[in-house]
C-alpha cells in the first residue's frame, strides 16, 4: 500500500501538464482567431482612403488649367499699369483704324478721304459716326494729288494698349492706343512705309458692343 500512493501521485501531476498544455493550446487558437479578425476589419478604410486619390485629380487639373488661361493674354492685350485692353474693344479699335486710315487713289475707287470716314464710322458711336461722314475741308489738293499718282494707303494694326497716363479703365469706356503701319504705293515712285500711332476713347453702349467714341489726338 505504501508503494502505490507515490504512483498514483505522478499520475495525478501528468493529468495536470497534460490538462494545463491543452488550455495554452485552446488560448493560443482563440488568439490566432482573434487577431486576424481585427486586421481585416481595419483594412476597407485603407482601401477606401486610397480609391479617394484618383477622384480628386480630375477636379484639381481644370482649375489649374482655368488660372493658367487667366494670367495668359493675347498679344493685343499689352499689360499695363491700368489692366488689359478689353478683346472686343481691342478688335473694334483695330477694324476702326485700319478703315479709317487706309485709302484708295486709283481709278474706280475712294473719291475723297471722306471714303475712309464712312466705312469706319461703322465702328464708332452715333455721334462719332455722324462726324466721320462729314466730308468737311480735309486737304482737297493733297486728294487730287494722290488721284494722279493712284495712291493707294494700306495700314495693318500692330499692337493695341492702354495708353501710359490714361485715365483707368471701367466696364463703360476704356482709352487705347493703336500702333500701326502704312504702306504707301505710288505710281511710278518707290513704296514707302510709315509707322503711326493713333488714340482712342471706346465706349460699351448698352448691348454689350464696344464702339470708338472719339479720336483722342486726331
Not at 33 to 45: D, K, L, M, V, Y
Not at 151 to 178: E, H, K, L, N, Q
Request: a positive charge; charged letters at 15%; aromatic letters at 6%.
Amino acid at each position: 500500500m505504501t508503494v502505490s500512493q507515490p504512483h498514483a501521485s505522478s499520475s495525478w501531476k501528468v493529468f495536470a501538464l497534460f490538462a494545463a498544455a491543452v488550455l495554452l493550446a485552446v488560448a493560443g487558437i482563440l488568439l490566432l482567431i482573434t487577431f486576424p479578425g481585427r486586421q481585416g476589419s481595419a483594412e476597407p478604410p485603407i482601401a477606401t482612403a486610397t480609391s479617394q486619390g484618383p477622384s480628386t485629380t480630375p477636379r484639381t487639373a481644370p482649375a489649374a488649367s482655368k488660372s493658367a488661361l487667366r494670367h495668359t493674354a493675347p498679344l493685343d492685350q499689352a499689360p499695363s499699369a491700368s489692366g488689359f485692353v478689353p478683346p472686343e474693344a481691342a478688335d473694334t479699335a483695330r477694324r476702326f483704324v485700319v478703315a479709317w486710315a487706309s485709302h484708295d487713289a486709283s481709278p474706280g475707287h475712294d473719291t475723297s478721304f471722306s471714303d475712309a470716314g464712312r466705312r469706319a464710322a461703322v465702328y464708332a458711336t452715333d455721334e462719332l459716326a455722324t462726324q466721320l461722314r462729314d466730308p468737311g475741308s480735309r486737304s482737297a489738293r493733297l486728294w487730287q494729288q494722290w488721284v494722279a499718282d493712284k495712291t493707294r494707303m494700306s495700314c495693318t494694326v500692330d499692337r493695341v494698349a492702354i495708353p501710359d497716363g490714361a485715365p483707368a479703365a471701367t466696364v463703360t469706356r476704356v482709352y487705347v492706343r493703336v500702333l500701326y503701319t502704312c504702306t504707301n504705293r505710288s505710281a511710278g515712285r518707290p513704296v514707302t512705309r510709315s509707322h503711326e500711332q493713333l488714340a482712342l476713347e471706346m465706349h460699351r453702349d448698352p448691348s454689350g458692343a464696344w464702339r470708338v467714341g472719339a479720336i483722342v489726338n486726331a
